[in-house]
């Protein structure tokens, strides 16, 4: 069998992993009010990479016209091990790829605040059209060695990816637990300064392969159902719906997968509501215009208002006066 054909039928046990794992979130969310997506079967996913990776003898799925010798990873991740701490082990990992491909798509960046891993593959030599999954996993698997590393400790602060915005959460990317981007330029993991310097714990490789995933599952399942990363998740998600002109709950609930009453009560457990947060992103958006010069009639018209009398009551909630006494 092709090495094209077997990855189509592992993309096809993709999809069924993750429409599993979302009925069955589904369900455990309405006993347990869990957040949907922290059950999606990752393991199963990992495993099935593996059996491609035996199947085929490389590790690119067929991507690359530079294929990976079956045991790239388990060399590389060998060195991660050598590493003692997360920004250590992200300097590794880049320039070990980057040997293994022949070219230079893995970097890693500093700043004052952030570390972030990036992966830009506009000039990889793929042989066939790209498919963000493969990045995506690879990543996720750097993401979960390094938590598993950091005793659980780690968090990121975001991830980038080139994927689509998809019409619903994607499963499999909710596992980084962070806000995620979409249609980026490139892929990036990005950390607190903070969590780069946390320093790893000594392992085996056989240990990262048999405890590091079903670990990070015990980890997410044993955390509180609306814990503060959640929290800043569900609440980042809210205010991008609205940014993009949705002002609706019951609209925002849908696009988020569940009901409008489980969206106020993820809300009200995260001691906010619908209504401060949209005054708040709506109030932010009016000021950034305003100071662009913008009349009121077209910034009511931008927040999506149908008429310019609910604005006006709108911003005087919001900066305790009329728009007239703020207009520029």
Known sequence: M???KYFYLCRQEFNKILSSATKNSEKNSKKENQTVSTTVDLKACF???NHFFDKSNEESF??????LKRGTNDFVYS????CTSVKEALFFVAQAFNVAHGGDYNFVTCCSDFTKYIVNDESFHYQKDENPLIIELALLQLYITLCYLSNFTLELSAFYTKRKQPIRNSKLLSAFKCPIHYEHSQY????KNTHSQKTLKKASLNEIKLQAIPGYLRHILSTSTINNLSDKYLIFEVEKAIRNGILSQQKVAEILAMSAPTLRRRLNLANT???????????ELTAELMR?????QKISELLGYSDIRSYRRAYK???????????R
């Open 273 to 283: 509501n619908f209504r401060s947060i949209s005054d708040r992103v709506l109030s």
């Open 292 to 296: 662009k010069n913008m009349d009121h």
């Open 2 to 4: 092709s090495s094209e």
């Open 62 to 67: 067929g991507f690359s016209q530079r294929p």
């Open 188 to 191: 990036e993991l990005i950390f």
């Open 79 to 82: 060195g991660v091990l050598r």
């Open 317 to 327: 909630r919001w900066f305790n006066n009329k728009p007239a006494l703020n207009n």
């Open 47 to 49: 495993d099935l990479c």
